[in-house]
């Protein structure tokens, strides 16, 4: 049995070590996202005998399961190791995050060992940021529309966050909260509130980089995220007061255009499978559409 510990602020420069180094542009090896959901997840990690950074977690109303495994050794080595300890609690083995990449990684050490299922609701929309900061051609129209309105209609100025004005953010971020369910009975608005108030108490360490819209003297939208990979910048949140017409608009192109102009891709994560989001993502028209799934022993 590997000998797995809760992830902490202060892991970060370890986990970093290895996420740092991936090719993989999926947003679930981000430390940030990682320790914000950790009460959510009861995500925990090590590090193998064979060097390789391994991540165990419990999705709600599935079974246990990892991430793929980090590292430049053997990685059947790894695999292995994280179906041991699998057999070693009494649980299914399942490998969660899994992209088509990472699927044929495996599948060449090892083939014909495991099940491949994709899941929809997983698939993450990667951007080309030039689209999202420049937003040309005829297939964008409609965004140039609202943020033209919005320009119109309110006195605005983009701030990046920083300390003097997280509290706003959080003050946004509980209006927003209430005027969509209420922060204490919608249980994925509980588990959100758990998870944005721990990541704005550790903004500084955790290195994020994030911004605001500053609407009539409001902090009234914000974003932020961090670094995936060298080529591509991972969004993990994005609000904005639903009445601020033309508000989300503009808070993504100004995000891109102040933060993201040195990567080649956003990606802006998954749909979680709702509807209205799902459509918001794809009225983007994302560069790549991230598959992912799970893998199980046959």
């Given at each position: 049995m590997l000998l797995f510990k809760p992830v902490m602020i202060g892991d970060k420069d370890i986990i970093q070590s290895f996420s740092g180094k991936s090719i993989f542009r999926n947003c679930d090896f981000s430390f940030s996202n990682m320790f914000g959901w950790s009460h959510y997840y009861n995500t925990t990690f090590t590090v193998s005998e064979e060097n390789f950074l391994c991540v165990r977690f419990q999705p709600r109303n599935d079974s246990p399961g990892y991430l793929f495994p980090l590292g430049d050794g053997n990685l059947e080595e790894a695999v292995n190791a994280l179906i041991t300890d699998a057999e070693s609690r009494n649980n299914p083995f399942y490998m969660y995050g899994v992209t088509q990449t990472m699927f044929e990684l495996i599948e060449k050490i090892m083939p014909g060992k495991f099940v491949y299922e994709k899941n929809r609701n997983w698939f993450e929309y990667i951007y080309s940021s030039d689209d999202l900061i420049r937003l040309t051609g005829k297939k964008f129209q409609s965004k140039r529309n609202h943020i033209n309105k919005f320009k119109r209609t309110y006195e605005w100025e983009y701030l990046p966050i920083t300390h003097d004005i997280i509290p706003d953010c959080l003050t946004l971020y509980k209006r927003w909260c209430r005027e969509n369910g209420g922060c204490n009975t919608e249980e994925s608005l509980i588990e959100e509130g758990i998870a944005t108030q721990s990541i704005f108490d550790n903004y500084e360490h955790l290195n994020l980089i994030g911004g605001a819209l500053r609407i009539n003297g409001e902090i009234l939208a914000y974003?932020?995220?961090?670094?995936?990979?060298?080529?591509?910048?991972?969004?993990?949140?994005?609000?904005?007061?639903?009445?601020?017409?033309?508000?989300?608009?503009?808070?993504?192109?100004?995000?891109?255009?102040?933060n993201c102009s040195e990567f080649l891709y956003i990606n802006r994560e998954e749909d979680l499978g709702l509807e209205s989001l799902r459509k918001a993502k794809l009225s983007y028209h994302p560069t790549i559409l991230l598959e992912k799934g799970y893998l199980r022993l046959k």
């Open positions: 974003s932020y995220g961090q670094a995936l990979t060298e080529d591509t910048f991972g969004i993990h949140a994005e609000k904005c007061l639903p009445e601020i017409d033309g508000g989300f608009s503009m808070m993504n192109q100004q995000f891109a255009e102040h």
